[in-house]
């Protein structure tokens, strides 16, 4: 089994039907066999845009309740650090490419693992790039 570091965007994209995309919905497919890595911030930064759905009436609790089945056939693997740890690993990061330390958290991560990455975001894939970080297919 391979790792990939799979990014808020691509989950919620598979939640919402306005944000879906067929590399997405690429992505969801060929999971099978691999490991999803993310961050600790990942299931905050997955409700945050559940709750957000939900108070803009773009969501119901049957679709929360559907993706959250969907999640939970998935093999995910939180990674989480002391907080020194995790600042003195994706500051840097931050600061070279420019990117929010969430979305650092996620390239530093497949960087860490020498894991592909799978993202909607153009700032992340543009720094991924720069790094040679793979996208995954």
């Known amino acids: 089994m391979s790792d990939v570091v799979v990014d808020a965007s691509i989950a919620l994209a598979w939640c919402f039907p306005d944000e879906a995309s067929d590399y997405a919905d690429r992505v969801l497919l060929a999971l099978a066999g691999h490991t999803i890595l993310v961050p600790a911030a990942w299931s905050l930064e997955v409700t945050n845009g559940l709750l957000i759905g939900e108070r803009r009436k773009r969501l119901k609790p049957p679709e929360v309740s559907r993706f959250l089945a969907l999640l939970e056939g998935?093999?995910?693997?939180?990674?989480?650090?002391?907080?020194?740890?995790?600042?003195?690993?994706?500051?840097?990061?931050?600061?070279?490419?420019?990117?929010?330390?969430?979305?650092?958290?996620?390239?530093?991560?497949?960087?860490?693992?020498?894991?592909?990455?799978?993202?909607?975001?153009?700032?992340?894939?543009?720094?991924?790039?720069?790094?040679?970080?793979?996208?995954?297919?």
Do not use: M, W
Request: net charge neutral; charged share 25%; proline share 6%.
């Open 74 to 137: 998935l093999s995910i693997a939180e990674e989480g650090h002391a907080v020194t740890d995790t600042v003195n690993q994706v500051l840097p990061v931050a600061r070279d490419c420019g990117l929010s330390a969430y979305d650092a958290a996620y390239l530093e991560l497949a960087l860490r693992r020498n894991a592909p990455l799978a993202t909607l975001d153009s700032n992340l894939e543009k720094a991924a790039k720069r790094l040679r970080v793979p996208r995954f297919p």
